[in-house]
Nanobody, 132 residues
Framework: HLQLVQSGGGLVEPGESLTLSCVVSGLDSGKTLDYYAIGWFRQAPGKEREGVSEISGADGSAAYKTAVSGRFITSRDSVKKTVYLQMNNLKPEDSGVYYC?????????????????????WGQGTQVTVSS
């Protein structure tokens, strides 16, 4: 079954950058990473989990939450079966536990994230803290 293992995260000061990684394994026979759309989510204490970005498996297009657009970039390396979230100019409000997740939405040229209920495999989460 599909497994997602995250790395990265940590404590940084406002304005700094971090890159999160999400390694995908257990792909179904005959399928590559490109078959899956990978989303990034975050959850701050006392708040609901919110979508941050998604990269389409079909064409590599990406959608972002408005608050991170222009600062965060999601990308993928299909050979390494890894998806990245590069976070620049971090702000304290970006703090939280970040999760990657997979779905099989075949949409192309995406501008919005897939509905939450389509995600069925999740990473373990990694803490990001932005504080001076």
């Amino acid at each position: 079954h599909l497994q997602l293992v995250q790395s990265g995260g940590g404590l940084v000061e406002p304005g700094e950058s971090l890159t999160l990684s999400c390694v995908v394994s257990g792909l179904d026979s005959g399928k590559t990473l490109d078959y899956y759309a990978i989303g990034w989510f975050r959850q701050a204490p006392g708040k609901e989990r919110e979508g941050v970005s998604e990269i389409s498996g079909a064409d590599g297009s990406a959608a972002y939450k408005t608050a991170v657009s222009g600062r965060f970039i999601t990308s993928r390396d299909s050979v390494k079966k890894t998806v990245y979230l590069q976070m620049n100019n971090l702000k304290p409000e970006d703090s939280g536990v970040y999760y990657c997740a997979a779905n099989e939405n075949p949409a192309v040229d995406i501008v919005t994230m897939s509905p939450l209920h389509l995600y069925y495999a999740w990473g373990q989460g990694t803490q990001v803290t932005v504080s001076s």
